[in-house]
């Protein structure tokens, strides 16, 4: 049976920027990088989780670059994460939302995708 998921793909124009941002900004690990025809294979992990995220572009995606991901992240405290991603230079639509649910937020990586990172 399933168990879980694998990793995500975000599309991506550059594969080198997105590597800086997601590694330096984020603090995702490099697990796989190896050549995939006209691009690079390059799977990151994020620490202390089972999932990774894909930073490769199928031709017939390119137009998904720079849109609302339907990747969601988490973290323990929105608040805190949002003010040291703030200081790393992420760019936020605006400050973190307290709701019933939980508080959320929405950030930009440099193709303009767009994700949420929430916690309780």
């Not at 994020?46 to 339907?70: C, D, M, Q, R, Y």
């Amino acid at each position: 049976m399933i168990r879980g998921i694998k990793f995500g793909s975000i599309p991506v124009r550059d594969q080198e920027r997105a590597i800086e941002f997601y590694t330096e900004k984020l603090g995702f690990n490099i697990l796989t990088d190896q050549p995939m025809g006209n691009q690079r294979w390059i799977e990151l992990g994020i620490p202390g989780a089972e999932s990774a995220v894909v930073l490769f572009t199928p031709e017939e995606h390119a137009s998904h670059i720079g849109t609302f991901s339907h990747i969601s992240f988490w973290c323990d405290n929105a608040e805190k994460t949002y003010q040291e991603l703030l200081k790393r230079g992420v760019e936020f639509d605006a400050p973190p939302q307290k709701m019933p649910w939980g508080t959320f937020l929405k950030f930009k990586d440099p193709d303009g995708n767009q994700f949420i990172l929430s916690s309780k």
